[in-house]
């Protein structure tokens, strides 16, 4: 390429021959920097495994590999920078999915478990590190290179979306593991009059945030986001598996006094931790409102609003929330569940919102009584005797009979 990039060649040669030279000189990086990537990805890769002090380089070396051709390119031609960007594109891409098999295999490995934590983490975040600054490279290259050059990008992006979305993913598995037997005590006697658990909860988010930090913002502010949304998730689900009835109006105030107490807290943390989804801040205080109001039209507006914010709530969720307060088979109650049904018919209620939205769908609630419908023969016995049935019990089994010997 030196001679090319001199001008010496362009004088003494017919265009033919130059876009010959041309073509060679782009055939030869393509092969260059194919070889040299898998050498950058083998040397770091051997790093991911080892317990040593290390900081990986590959996004580093990868750009100052492919950048010394493309800026070279221009000088000779447009064009010829044009051909250049989009050959060093299509290398990036396909490294990039390579770089996404072997984080896969990385993480798939037993081995990589008997890490120490610490360092288990470590090498998760420099993996996820990688992803912005190779996203960047990836869209100049698709800047400058033609218009053909679109597939490669989104390619390249494609791979690096999943490698953060499987590093968040082992990321958020990891904490909530930790906290787990912190949620457990959520939503029982003694969370009504101690902080212990919430407590735990926020003590153990913001110390491991610490660490999160180093990572890039771009990746962190998803990460936060996701964590934000699990923790809200992970504090919401005892409540909708029944651990607490609130039949009692003072019952119910002080149920929902500690709900909003503790989304005070929890806004608060993620405030700190600079989490950007604020749309869930105002998930518990609407249930907590559901719990306390009194009279049927307000909580029917409070569940409207539930439904218009949330819109993957059903109202499987709303009955279990009536069912918490002991509103069971009253007038009220289909008042109440008629708002969810109506809204839920609308057509924008109908929209599934996108997964790093949802929020209801990932709460189970327990299952209503199996209503069996009956046939004619069986009239003589009243609906009201039969209309809820438990589960039939399978028969059980015949006990085997030992063939007997023939005389």
Known sequence: MVALENGELGPLLSPGTLRGLEDECVTDVKAQTRAALLRVLQEDGEHWGSTEDWSSNLAQDVCELLEEHTERA??????????????????LAEFLQSFQQRVERFHENPGV??????????????????????RALAERLARVGPPESEPAREAAASALDRVIRLCHRILTDLLFQELQPHFSKLMRRKWLSSSEALDGIVGTLGAKALALRRMQDEPYQALVAELHRRALVEYVRPLFRGRLRCGSARTRSRVAGRLREDAAQL?????????????????????????????????????????????????????????????????????????????????????????????????????????????????????????????????????????????
């Open 74 to 91: 221009p000088r000779i031609s447009q064009e010829f920078g044009e051909r250049m960007a989009h050959c060093c594109l299509g290398g």
């Open 267 to 407: 806004e608060r943390l993620f405030r700190r931790l600079e989490s950007q989804a604020s749309w869930l801040d105002a998930v518990v205080p609407r249930l907590a409102e559901v719990l306390r109001l009194e009279d049927t039209p307000s909580i029917q507006m409070e569940v409207g609003v539930l439904v218009r914010d949330y819109p993957d709530i059903r109202q499987k969720h709303v009955a279990t929330l009536l069912d918490i307060r002991g509103l069971r088979h009253t007038a009220a109650r289909q008042e109440i569940l008629a708002v969810t049904r109506d809204l839920e018919l609308c057509e924008v209620a109908a929209l599934s919102p996108p997964r790093d939205r949802a929020f209801f769908a990932d709460i189970p609630v327990p299952r209503p009584p199996i209503c069996l419908s009956l046939p004619l023969f069986l009239g003589r016995l009243t609906l009201s005797r039969l209309a809820c049935l438990p589960w039939p019990r399978p028969p059980a089994p015949s006990p085997l009979r030992r063939p007997q010997a023939r005389r």
């Open 113 to 134: 478990r008997e890490l120490p934590p610490d360092t288990y983490i470590s090498r998760t975040i420099s993996l996820v590190n990688c992803g912005p600054p190779l």
